[in-house]
Protein backbone atom coordinates (compact mmCIF):
# COMPACT_ATOMS: atom_id res chain seq x y z
CA UNK A 1 0.00 0.00 0.00
CA UNK A 2 1.41 3.80 -1.11
CA UNK A 3 1.56 5.59 2.09
CA UNK A 4 -0.04 8.91 2.21
CA UNK A 5 2.78 11.54 1.79
CA UNK A 6 -0.08 14.26 2.65
CA UNK A 7 -0.72 12.88 6.05
CA UNK A 8 1.38 15.24 8.68
CA UNK A 9 4.48 13.80 9.43
CA UNK A 10 6.50 13.88 12.53
CA UNK A 11 9.63 13.70 14.39
CA UNK A 12 10.41 12.45 17.92
CA UNK A 13 13.77 13.51 19.30
CA UNK A 14 14.92 11.36 22.27
CA UNK A 15 17.72 11.70 24.63
CA UNK A 16 18.81 8.21 26.25
CA UNK A 17 20.72 7.70 29.18
CA UNK A 18 19.86 10.98 30.89
CA UNK A 19 21.80 11.20 34.70
CA UNK A 20 23.53 13.99 36.28
CA UNK A 21 27.24 12.51 34.92
CA UNK A 22 25.90 12.37 31.62
CA UNK A 23 24.51 15.62 31.13
CA UNK A 24 27.51 17.45 30.43
CA UNK A 25 28.05 15.52 27.51
CA UNK A 26 24.54 16.72 26.00
CA UNK A 27 24.23 20.61 27.20
CA UNK A 28 25.99 21.94 24.10
CA UNK A 29 24.02 20.17 21.67
CA UNK A 30 20.67 20.52 23.41
CA UNK A 31 21.75 24.74 23.48
CA UNK A 32 22.17 24.49 20.18
CA UNK A 33 18.64 22.88 19.81
CA UNK A 34 16.66 25.15 22.42
CA UNK A 35 18.67 27.54 19.21
CA UNK A 36 16.13 26.38 16.54
CA UNK A 37 13.07 27.33 18.33
CA UNK A 38 10.46 24.97 20.30
CA UNK A 39 11.59 21.81 20.09
CA UNK A 40 10.44 19.34 22.14
CA UNK A 41 12.47 16.08 23.61
CA UNK A 42 12.15 12.97 25.70
CA UNK A 43 14.61 12.61 27.85
CA UNK A 44 14.97 9.06 29.01
CA UNK A 45 15.84 9.64 32.93
CA UNK A 46 17.96 6.99 34.63
CA UNK A 47 17.63 7.44 38.45
CA UNK A 48 20.57 5.76 39.65
CA UNK A 49 23.07 5.52 36.66
CA UNK A 50 25.52 2.79 37.25
CA UNK A 51 24.59 2.91 40.83
CA UNK A 52 26.38 6.45 41.08
CA UNK A 53 25.32 9.75 41.54
CA UNK A 54 21.99 9.10 41.93
CA UNK A 55 18.84 11.71 40.74
CA UNK A 56 17.55 12.31 44.39
CA UNK A 57 21.25 13.59 45.08
CA UNK A 58 21.79 16.00 42.52
CA UNK A 59 19.59 19.17 42.83
CA UNK A 60 21.12 21.22 40.33
CA UNK A 61 20.32 18.12 37.84
CA UNK A 62 16.98 18.34 38.90
CA UNK A 63 16.40 21.50 38.75
CA UNK A 64 17.36 21.52 35.55
CA UNK A 65 14.77 18.62 34.42
CA UNK A 66 11.75 20.71 35.72
CA UNK A 67 12.98 23.76 33.51
CA UNK A 68 13.12 21.35 30.74
CA UNK A 69 9.39 20.13 31.80
CA UNK A 70 8.42 24.05 31.54
CA UNK A 71 10.22 24.05 28.39
CA UNK A 72 8.06 21.06 26.69
CA UNK A 73 10.31 18.46 27.22
CA UNK A 74 8.75 15.02 28.97
CA UNK A 75 10.84 12.81 31.28
CA UNK A 76 10.35 9.36 30.54
CA UNK A 77 11.90 6.35 32.75
CA UNK A 78 14.84 4.72 31.48
CA UNK A 79 15.42 1.27 33.70
CA UNK A 80 16.70 2.00 37.03
CA UNK A 81 20.55 1.77 37.50
CA UNK A 82 21.10 0.85 33.66
CA UNK A 83 23.49 -1.68 34.42
CA UNK A 84 22.80 -5.45 34.34
CA UNK A 85 23.94 -6.52 37.47
CA UNK A 86 21.86 -10.36 37.46
CA UNK A 87 23.76 -13.12 38.13
CA UNK A 88 25.99 -14.84 34.89
CA UNK A 89 24.65 -15.72 31.87
CA UNK A 90 24.44 -19.25 31.86
CA UNK A 91 23.71 -20.08 27.99
CA UNK A 92 25.43 -18.68 24.86
CA UNK A 93 22.51 -16.15 23.75
CA UNK A 94 22.22 -14.85 27.14
CA UNK A 95 26.43 -14.12 27.18
CA UNK A 96 26.20 -12.91 23.86
CA UNK A 97 23.10 -10.34 24.67
CA UNK A 98 24.60 -9.83 28.11
CA UNK A 99 28.51 -9.39 27.64
CA UNK A 100 28.84 -8.67 23.85
CA UNK A 101 25.75 -7.50 22.59
CA UNK A 102 25.52 -4.87 25.99
CA UNK A 103 26.25 -5.07 29.23
CA UNK A 104 23.41 -2.36 30.19
CA UNK A 105 20.47 -5.07 29.31
CA UNK A 106 19.09 -4.14 33.29
CA UNK A 107 15.70 -5.77 32.32
CA UNK A 108 17.00 -8.24 30.55
CA UNK A 109 16.91 -10.66 33.37
CA UNK A 110 14.56 -9.91 35.40
CA UNK A 111 11.63 -12.18 36.97
CA UNK A 112 8.27 -10.53 37.29
CA UNK A 113 8.97 -9.17 40.72
CA UNK A 114 12.41 -8.36 40.64
CA UNK A 115 11.52 -5.79 37.46
CA UNK A 116 8.61 -5.14 39.38
CA UNK A 117 10.12 -3.64 42.21
CA UNK A 118 12.69 -1.61 39.78
CA UNK A 119 9.74 -0.20 38.17
CA UNK A 120 8.01 0.85 41.38
CA UNK A 121 11.07 2.22 42.54
CA UNK A 122 11.64 4.84 39.57
CA UNK A 123 8.14 5.24 39.66
CA UNK A 124 8.74 6.47 42.92
CA UNK A 125 11.66 8.83 42.27
CA UNK A 126 9.12 10.71 39.59
CA UNK A 127 6.77 10.87 42.21
CA UNK A 128 8.65 12.18 44.82
CA UNK A 129 10.00 15.14 42.57
CA UNK A 130 6.72 15.97 40.29
CA UNK A 131 7.42 14.89 37.31
CA UNK A 132 4.44 13.45 35.44
CA UNK A 133 5.65 10.04 33.63
CA UNK A 134 4.20 8.35 30.58
CA UNK A 135 6.42 5.89 29.50
CA UNK A 136 8.73 3.73 30.51
CA UNK A 137 11.64 2.08 27.97
CA UNK A 138 13.99 -0.72 28.86
CA UNK A 139 17.86 -0.15 28.96
CA UNK A 140 19.23 -1.52 25.45
CA UNK A 141 15.28 -1.71 24.68
CA UNK A 142 15.56 -5.18 26.27
CA UNK A 143 12.92 -6.73 28.12
CA UNK A 144 12.37 -10.37 29.38
CA UNK A 145 8.63 -11.54 29.83
CA UNK A 146 8.67 -11.05 33.15
CA UNK A 147 9.30 -6.96 32.76
CA UNK A 148 6.32 -7.31 30.20
CA UNK A 149 4.04 -8.78 32.73
CA UNK A 150 4.81 -6.31 35.10
CA UNK A 151 4.41 -3.29 32.85
CA UNK A 152 0.96 -4.28 32.60
CA UNK A 153 0.06 -4.14 36.51
CA UNK A 154 1.68 -0.49 36.30
CA UNK A 155 0.06 3.02 35.29
CA UNK A 156 2.31 3.18 33.11
CA UNK A 157 0.92 4.45 28.88
CA UNK A 158 3.67 2.95 26.52
CA UNK A 159 7.13 1.55 26.34
CA UNK A 160 9.64 1.05 23.03
CA UNK A 161 11.98 -0.87 21.08
CA UNK A 162 13.75 0.14 17.83
CA UNK A 163 11.37 0.18 15.79
CA UNK A 164 8.04 0.36 17.28
CA UNK A 165 6.00 1.65 20.42
CA UNK A 166 3.55 -0.20 22.53
CA UNK A 167 0.58 1.52 24.52
CA UNK A 168 0.02 -0.52 27.58
CA UNK A 169 -1.08 -2.52 29.26
CA UNK A 170 -2.12 -4.32 26.50
CA UNK A 171 1.23 -3.85 24.07
CA UNK A 172 -0.94 -2.70 20.94
CA UNK A 173 1.73 -1.74 18.28
CA UNK A 174 2.67 1.36 16.55
CA UNK A 175 5.20 1.92 13.94
CA UNK A 176 7.77 3.94 15.00
CA UNK A 177 11.03 3.80 12.74
CA UNK A 178 14.33 4.71 14.31
CA UNK A 179 17.48 5.72 13.69
CA UNK A 180 20.19 5.15 15.97
CA UNK A 181 24.44 5.38 16.39
CA UNK A 182 27.40 2.59 17.60
CA UNK A 183 29.73 5.06 18.59
CA UNK A 184 31.89 2.60 20.47
CA UNK A 185 34.93 3.03 17.61
CA UNK A 186 36.07 4.73 14.76
CA UNK A 187 34.97 2.24 12.46
CA UNK A 188 31.48 1.57 14.18
CA UNK A 189 30.77 5.25 13.69
CA UNK A 190 31.76 5.30 9.68
CA UNK A 191 29.11 2.43 9.57
CA UNK A 192 26.63 3.87 11.62
CA UNK A 193 26.51 6.90 9.58
CA UNK A 194 26.84 5.39 6.60
CA UNK A 195 23.56 2.74 7.16
CA UNK A 196 21.79 5.87 8.87
CA UNK A 197 21.54 7.46 5.74
CA UNK A 198 20.10 4.68 3.58
CA UNK A 199 17.76 3.90 6.37
CA UNK A 200 16.58 7.41 6.68
CA UNK A 201 16.45 7.90 2.95
CA UNK A 202 13.81 4.53 2.88
CA UNK A 203 12.03 6.59 5.70
CA UNK A 204 11.36 9.89 4.02
CA UNK A 205 7.82 9.26 3.92
CA UNK A 206 7.12 7.26 6.55
CA UNK A 207 5.07 8.76 9.51
CA UNK A 208 7.14 9.49 12.17
CA UNK A 209 11.17 8.93 13.18
CA UNK A 210 12.22 8.89 16.21
CA UNK A 211 16.14 9.84 16.20
CA UNK A 212 17.50 8.14 19.31
CA UNK A 213 20.55 9.78 20.53
CA UNK A 214 23.09 8.94 23.15
CA UNK A 215 25.72 10.41 25.46
CA UNK A 216 28.78 9.06 23.90
CA UNK A 217 27.27 10.42 20.53
CA UNK A 218 28.01 13.40 21.80
CA UNK A 219 31.75 13.11 22.53
CA UNK A 220 32.43 13.12 19.18
CA UNK A 221 32.33 15.66 16.54
CA UNK A 222 31.27 13.50 13.36
CA UNK A 223 28.26 11.70 15.14
CA UNK A 224 27.29 14.95 16.75
CA UNK A 225 27.21 17.16 13.63
CA UNK A 226 25.12 13.85 11.80
CA UNK A 227 22.38 14.18 14.45
CA UNK A 228 22.30 18.08 14.48
CA UNK A 229 22.46 18.27 10.58
CA UNK A 230 19.76 15.48 10.23
CA UNK A 231 16.86 17.28 12.93
CA UNK A 232 17.87 20.57 10.64
CA UNK A 233 16.48 18.15 7.25
CA UNK A 234 13.87 16.88 9.03
CA UNK A 235 12.37 20.15 10.17
CA UNK A 236 13.40 21.35 6.81
CA UNK A 237 11.03 18.86 5.36
CA UNK A 238 8.62 20.04 7.21
CA UNK A 239 8.31 17.70 10.08
CA UNK A 240 6.38 18.29 13.56
CA UNK A 241 8.51 17.51 16.43
CA UNK A 242 6.48 16.01 19.59
CA UNK A 243 7.48 13.86 22.53
CA UNK A 244 6.65 9.92 22.61
CA UNK A 245 3.50 10.68 25.09
CA UNK A 246 2.55 13.45 22.50
CA UNK A 247 2.41 11.42 19.47
CA UNK A 248 0.76 8.40 20.98
CA UNK A 249 -2.05 10.98 21.57
CA UNK A 250 -2.20 12.20 18.26
CA UNK A 251 -2.16 8.23 17.35
CA UNK A 252 -5.27 7.99 19.42
CA UNK A 253 -6.99 10.69 18.04
CA UNK A 254 -6.45 10.10 14.56
CA UNK A 255 -7.85 6.30 15.45
CA UNK A 256 -4.52 3.47 15.70
CA UNK A 257 -4.36 0.95 17.26
CA UNK A 258 -5.64 0.84 20.86
CA UNK A 259 -7.75 4.19 20.16
Known amino acids: MLEDTCAPRSLLLVLHDVAPQTWADYHPFVEAVDA ?7 LLVVPDFHKCN ?32 SPAPRTAR ?5 RVYTREGEFYALDQQQALNRLLAGIEVFHR ?26 PLHYTSDPQHLYRLPDFSCFEAPGLVWSTRSAWR ?11 ATRLQHAPTIRLGLHPVDMRHGFSRNYWFKT ?25 GPGA
Open 36 to 42: LGSIPMT
Open 54 to 85: AVDRDGCFRHMLDRRLAQGDELALHGYYHVDD
Open 94 to 98: DFFMR
Open 129 to 154: HDWPLEGFVAPAWLMSEGTRQALRSL
Open 189 to 199: RGVSRLLNERY
Open 231 to 255: LQQLLHDGREPMTKAAWLASQDRSG
